[in-house]
């Protein structure tokens, strides 16, 4: 569950395993601007970030690696001494971390990363390079924009129903007369579940950008500023 800290959020579940997983709202400001972007950031730190582009591309961040990866929308890392980044609008942070192996995870899903599946991506790093146990891994889905604020066309729907089953096409989209709602956290959540993850270790939340104290690209269009969102060891 995220508690409220004013200028963010954070998941109190990864807090206690000594994790700091954020979400920053508009009392933080807008971290499109660097100097903001870096305000959690502490002397002991790396910043590690991305031009996020909508891929499923997942970077590995080693002993030896840079601090900025173009066309990038996802990391992970065993290193204690990096803070991890990603920014927001309304698309979906999914934060991971492994209670065994100690490793963090931060990747963003839009409805595009979603649809390519970035999650698995990301969880596939954490089981075939670091070894991890689906059963040690806890999944934290951060603050993006609820069903009932996100409208989508006929062939968005239509090219979900070509991939997805017809289990998850029931569950994650809604439909009012002739308008058609999405539910990003919903179907990353089926994904999860259908990975291998246990549910009791997926962390959700009904909190939405839209609706809240957050930049919101959907509701503010071009003037939307953006969310960060963050992992790092405490």
């Known amino acids: 569950m995220f508690k409220n800290m004013g200028e963010y959020y954070i998941l109190e579940e990864f807090k206690k395993y000594g994790i700091r997983a954020i979400y920053t709202n508009k009392n933080f400001g807008n971290v499109q601007n660097m100097d903001i972007r870096k305000k959690l950031l502490k002397d002991n730190k790396t910043f590690i970030f991305g031009k996020q582009t909508h891929s499923k591309n ?3 961040i080693g002993e030896n690696s840079e601090n900025f990866y173009d066309n990038t929308d996802g990391f992970v ?3 204690k001494d990096i803070m991890i980044f990603t920014q927001y609008a309304d698309c979906l942070p999914i934060y991971f971390y492994d209670k065994e192996k100690k490793i ?20 596939k790093i954490f089981l075939e390079k670091y ?8 999944i934290g889905f951060g603050i993006g924009i609820s069903w009932k604020n996100y409208e989508v066309g006929r062939e968005f729907y239509e090219n979900f129903k070509e991939k997805f089953s017809e289990k998850d096409l029931k569950e994650v989209f809604y439909f009012k007369g002739t308008k058609i709602f999405f539910d990003n956290q919903r179907l990353n959540k089926n994904l999860m579940i259908s ?3 246990e549910e009791r270790n997926i962390i959700e939340n009904d909190l939405c950008t ?15 500023g953006r969310n960060g ?6």
């Open 104 to 123: 963090i995870g931060l990747c963003h899903s839009g409805w595009s990363g979603t649809f390519k599946e970035i999650g698995r991506e990301t969880l």
């Open 131 to 138: 070894g991890s146990k689906k059963e040690d891994i806890l």
């Open 195 to 197: 990975y291998g993850i």
């Open 58 to 60: 997942i970077v590995i």
């Open 210 to 224: 839209f609706e809240g104290n957050f930049h919101s690209y959907r509701r503010d269009k071009q003037e939307a």
């Open 229 to 234: 969102a963050y992992i790092y060891f405490d």
């Open 77 to 79: 890392s065993s290193r």
